[in-house]
C-alpha cells in the first residue's frame, strides 16, 4: 500500500514538476485525434497544429500580420508561418525540422536556441517555417513533430547532466542555417552536459574517425546561449560520422555514469 | 488520510523547491508589520524594506558608498537608493515600478532582466531606483513591493510555460527605461513562453487591435536574456491597448492549456 | 511511521530532482579509491579523475587531438589538459583551480561560467588546465576537486536565493584570468542572488574595509551570464579584504533570511 501510495505521490511531484517521463514520449498524433486526453481547449483553435516531447508545440498562423512580417524579418511572400518551439530540446528539434524541410514545399526562417531545459544545463528552441500555402505550414510543423520521438532516441538526461548525439545522412536547410552544416552531406554533432563532458565528447570523436569539423560551442564562445554544454558539429563521409557519435555515445555513458544516480538511458529509443 | 498525507508532502516538497502557492501571494505590508512571520532577522537591518511574490526582495541604501557610485555608472546627486530585485518576474516588476516613479519623487536608475524564473522559462529581475534622500527611495520600494500583488494578476505560470499580460493607461519612465514605451501613452505587453506561444500571442494581438509596436524581443535577439519567450510590447489607444491584450489572453489560455496539465490560473486575481 | 514514508518520499523527489543534500558533501577521494560506491563505470577510463559536491566532474585528455587544439585556441606545446566542470558553482570552481595552478606544473587556459546552477539563480562552471605532461594536467584536477570542498564553505544555498563568498591571502592565474585579480595579492569576491542582495552585499563590503575594487557583475553588464546575481570582486591588504567579507556575510545571512524559509547554512564548512 506504501508502495502505490508513494508512486501516486511521485507522480503528481512529477507533473507538479513539469516532467515528461521519459518511458512514455508524447504522441503527437494520438493527441490531436483525441479530443478527450492531453490536448482539449487548444484543438478549438485553428493555428493549433500539436504537442510533442519536451514539452513541445507547434502552431501555425495562415496569414501573418503584416507588422509581425517586419518584427520577424520575413520575405512578404511567406504568407503563413509554422511554428515549433519546446522548453527541452533543440538539436532535436533542428534535426526534425530538418527532415520536415526535406519533405514539404517550405522554408526555414528562424531557429533560435532559449537557454531552457526546464532547470536542466540545456536549450529548448524556438523555430519558424515560412510557407505560400498554410496546409505546407501546416505539414512541416506536422512532420517535425513526428520526427521528434525518433531525435530524442539518442538524447540521455539525467539529473546531474545530459548527453545528446544526432545523425543524417544528408542534412539540408534546417541544419545549414543552425550549424552551417553543408547541405546534402552527412552531419553530425555530439553534446554534453556539465560542459566539461562535452569537450571529452568533442575529442573522442574527432580521434574516432575522419570527420571535418563544421562548429564547437561553448558556455562563453556565443554557440550555446550560455548552457552548460559543449557541441561538436561534423560532417563527412556517413560512415565516419556515425563511427566519431557512436564512439563518443560509448565514452559519454560511462563518464555522466559516474556524476548521476540514474540510470543513462535513452528518452525515447535509441537511433543511431 | 492518504489525502492527509500526499498534501502535506507536496506542501513540503513545495516549499523545499521555492514555489510560492499561487493561491497565496505574499503580502508585503502583513510580513513588514508581523515580526514573528516571514520576515524576521531580516527586519532588524535597516535597508530591509520587505518581500514580496516571486521571490522579490526590497532594500534600500540611505548612503551610496562612493565606489559603488562609480561602478554602478550613477550620478552622484542621487545619495541614496532604492533596490527591488525577485527570482520570478520581469514584467511585474517593471509595471509595479512605473507606478512608484509616478507616486514618489525618485528616478529609475537601472533595469536587468536576469534570466531566471527559479527553473522557468523566463526572467528575474534588478531595478534600482535614486533619490535624494532616503525616504523617498524606500517609499519607491514600498509601492513597487505593494503593486506587484496586482501586476502578478495577469501572470499564468504552469510546468510546462507560461504567459504574462501587462496594461497601463499612462506609461511612465520604467516603461520608458525598459522597453521604450513613450511617455504618457496607454501602453501594453503579451509575453509567451515558450517562445513559440509568445509568437502567436504577438499576431493575435497585432490583429486584434490597432496599436503602435515598440518592440518585439525573442530569444536570439538580445531582447530576453535568452530567456524562453516572445515579448510584444505595444502603445496607442487605451481601449486599443487592452483589446490587443484581452484576445491575446483569450488564445493563450488554449494554447497553453493544451501543453500543460496545471490549469492556467492567476498568480494573484487578473487586472485586465 | 508517516514520518518514515514522508522522508523516504522526500529523498526520492530530491534524488531526481538532482538535489545534492548540503550536509553530505561529496567527498572526491572516497569515490575515486571505493570503486563499489557512486562512480561506478566511468572509473575504467583513464580519463576520469573524479567527482565532487556541485555535480563536478575532473577529467584529463593525455594527447588532445590537433583538431581540438585549434577548436579550443590551445597552444600546441600543452599535450595534455585537465578540465574541471559543474553544474553549480563557479566562484568555488575558479578558487579552488587558483590552489591547483600554485601548486602543480599546469597553466590555466579557459575559465567559462554558464548560467545554471540546476534551476537556481546562479552558474556552472567549466575550467581547462594546460600542461606539458598528463600526469601534472591530472593532479592539478586532483587538486581542484578537493580543494573543493573547503571553497564551497562560504556558500549558502536556499530555494529562494543564494550567497558566496570567497578568500585567498594570495591570488594566482586562475583568479587572475577569471576576475583580473592582481597576482600574489590578497582577494576576495561577494556574491548575492537574487542581484538586490548582491548589490547591497557590495556596498557592505566596500563601506567596512579599504579594499580596492577590481570588478562588479550584474545580470545585464555582460559579467554574470545573465545569472541573477550581482558580484564585487576586491583586493587589497588581507586583513581588510576578510573584514569587508565578513561585514558582507553577517548582512548577507539576514537578508537573505527574510526571503527564505530554509535555514541559511554552509554548503560544507565555512572557512573565511
Known sequence: MNEDLMAKIMDQVMKKMGDTPAEEPAVVEAKVEDASGFCTTGCGLTEFVGTAIGNTIGLVI??????????MNIDKKFRSIGIVGGRTGA??????AD?????????ILLIELPRDT??????????IFGAEDVSDARRAVEVTLKELNRTFGDVYGTSAGHLEFQ???RASYALNKAFGAPIGKSFGITVGAPAAIGVLLADTAVKAANVDIVGYATPGNGGTSHSNEVILQFSGD???VRQAIIAAREVGKQVLGTL?????????VPYI
Chains 1, 2, 3 share one sequence.
Open 167 to 169: 545523425y543524417t545522412a
Open 99 to 107: 527532415e520536415a524541410v526535406k519533405a514539404t514545399n517550405s522554408e
Open 118 to 127: 526546464e532547470g536542466g544545463a540545456g536549450h529548448g528552441s524556438l523555430i
Open 260 to 268: 548521476s544516480n540514474d540510470e543513462i538511458v535513452s528518452s525515447t
Open 62 to 71: 495562415a496569414n501573418v500580420d503584416y507588422n509581425l512580417h517586419e518584427l
Open 238 to 240: 556517413s560512415g565516419a
Open 91 to 96: 538539436g532535436p528539434h533542428i534535426f526534425a
